[in-house]
């Protein structure tokens, strides 16, 4: 059964309901009990409930149900009940070879492990931006979003969530991959061919052609500097998106006009291209994220490996390999389950 209720509705008070039913009334041995929560305060909090229930379950009428409390008071203590990670241990540590692991195994502390993550992440950063590591490359050219934080320390939070998730093995599916560059030369020459029409004979001076005008400023900063430089795509994956940014000013409207842009220039077809601009740099915005968090994932698998030959060399786990390493062993083993 699946329960799911808000706080103060009588979850526990279900839960605990029916392991002493179990108990009491079927004739289960509380050693056979398995109760996980999140926090050692709920699990406490079903240890004493329990407790209570047994003790007025000693009171009842039937001679079996008295025996069967009577009993189950007295090793309450073998019941499996307390946090997941604390159920988890326990279990490991019954049977460490059948798991792999080293029988005196340490729980590392969130704290401790993800002091060890770092040290495998700065380790591996330096050797991979020398050797070569597009998508770690590409990450740190991105301007931060939230705050004024490096792009080192946004890197290490992403990694924590990579690590995080580290038990989902299913590849992700590149959005861009080899198309990435020439989609990019694609839209450069499309703000460029919009950017020209900023100075057509007669389209004024009103948001539409202050918006275009925009566009060819923009481009021939990028022409002045690919004149001394080659084409740099992780800027432009960066700089393109944020020709959107005038979007919300101004140029979308085109109020007031009538069905001419400018002399001989029909308005209509000047508003397709500008619409179409706007969603080819709104597609690459999504799609060059999706594809570097792909591409990303893909080469903080490395340092993971770093990280876990860390914790195999101390004998220690984290919270998640526990999970891991008790599903491993409960599918594995048929006298674990």
Known sequence: FVVEAAAGTGK????????AGLVCDA?????????????????GEIVLRLRAELERRRAGSSPAERRRAEAAIQHLEEARIGTLHGV???????RPIEAGLEPDFVVLGEPEARA??????????????????????????????WGDDDPVTRLEGVFERVAEHRDLRTPWTRALGRDRE????????????????????????DALPRLFRTFEHWHAQLALREAHAPRDHDAL??????????AKDYGWKAKGRGKSYADGVPLAGVLARRDALRAHLSALESDA?????????????????????????????????????????????????
Do not use: C, Q
């Open 12 to 19: 526990t008070t279900a839960l605990v309901a029916r392991i």
């Open 27 to 43: 004739g289960v041995d509380i050693a056979h009990v398995v109760a996980a929560s999140f926090t050692e305060r709920a699990s």
């Open 88 to 94: 988890a241990t326990a279990l490991l540590r019954e």
């Open 289 to 337: 994220s999706a594809d570097l968090a792909s591409l990303v994932r893909e080469e903080l698998a490395e340092p993971l490996a770093t990280y876990d030959a860390l914790k195999t060399s101390a004998g220690a786990l984290d919270f998640l390999d526990i999970g891991m390493r008790l599903l491993a062993l409960l599918e594995t083993s048929a006298d674990a389950r």
């Open 237 to 246: 994956e960066v700089e393109l998106p944020r020709l959107l940014g005038n």
């Open 116 to 145: 060890l993550r770092a040290r495998a992440l700065r380790e591996w950063l330096g050797v991979a931006l020398r050797r070569g590591a597009p998508g770690v490359a590409r990450f740190l050219r991105r301007p931060a979003k």
């Open 182 to 205: 020439r989609d990019i030369d694609v839209l450069v020459g499309e703000v460029g061919a919009l950017g020209a029409l900023a100075a057509a004979p007669g389209a004024g001076d």
